[in-house]
């Protein structure tokens, strides 16, 4: 009766700690995502707003368009601190996936910069997403 | 940008006003032992909330010339300085008040590399803490990340505090050598 009740109390420990174990799995392979609310794009280069890669990802960000894109759009990540050009990704029209734009480290800024494809045109109200 | 840099100005008046009701009643601001870093933080950290909409688009001349006025507002360690910003290889727009969070953004990392390195701790350590609380950073992300460095710091040391230091060391050396290529001294 003893030892079933040891036995019990090292399953309850084990169970918990492979529990634990697992959420922290989880969230270390996850990431933290954020909605681009109408990216109005130009040929000329547009700033939307900073951005900081989370400490639960892969050290990189990553940006996809939600709504359906009519042209192709070049985006970027600068510096916050002195908007030197971390890396860029050019995204063909009506392409919704997620492309990278850079690998960096856990809680580096970055700004999020896009235009389109030149002779493109405008590409207003359409909205994306930050993986990062 | 006339409307922009008006704004500013009432702004600049508004803080340099409360800063100096503030110091005549004996609350609020810094205390006599403060130095002029401390003060600026806290006057950046009381000045009102930016205008909703990211203000005027402005291309690299124009960021340019308002991130020199920004700055003067903008406490800096000693040798510190902005000529690492890439104002002028800039291509398309940017918003004025991303421009004014990449100035004030900058000048924070420059206190975090002061404050890890030893120098001007007592001043250090109270912009560190204002830092979130900045004008043109606050409820941002760059606001979000002062905010953990300040925690950081409190508890002697966390990751947002090494992974910001991280990116900060990186930017010092890509701008000292920006400002030598472009003839200018860099920041210590």
Partial sequence: ?132 | MRAWRRWLLVGALVVAGAAVSAGQHGHGAASASDDAATLQSRQLAAAPDLPAGGGEDLDGRSAAALAAEVATRVPLPAGGNFNGIEWNELDGTIGAAVVQEVVEYNAACQWYRALRDGREVADARRVVADAAGWQGIRGRATGELAAGVAADVVAGGGPVLTGVLRQCDAAHQHEVAYAAASGKAGER
């Fill in chain 1, 1 to 132: 009766m003893q030892v079933r009740r040891l036995t019990a109390g090292t399953l309850s420990v084990l169970l918990a700690a492979l529990c634990a174990c697992a959420i922290s799995a989880g969230a270390a392979s996850g990431y933290v995502y954020t909605d681009i609310i109408d990216f109005n794009l130009t040929e000329t280069t547009h700033t939307y707003g900073t951005f900081s890669i989370s400490g639960v990802g892969d050290n990189s960000a990553y940006y996809r368009w939600v709504d359906d894109p009519a042209h192709s759009t070049v985006i970027s990540g600068n510096s916050c601190i002195d908007l030197s050009l971390y890396g860029k990704s050019d995204i063909p029209a009506h392409d919704v996936a997620y492309h990278r734009l850079f690998t960096g480290s856990a809680y580096q800024c970055f700004a999020l910069r896009g235009r389109t494809a030149t002779g493109a045109g405008p590409m207003s109200f359409y909205d994306g997403r930050i993986q990062r």
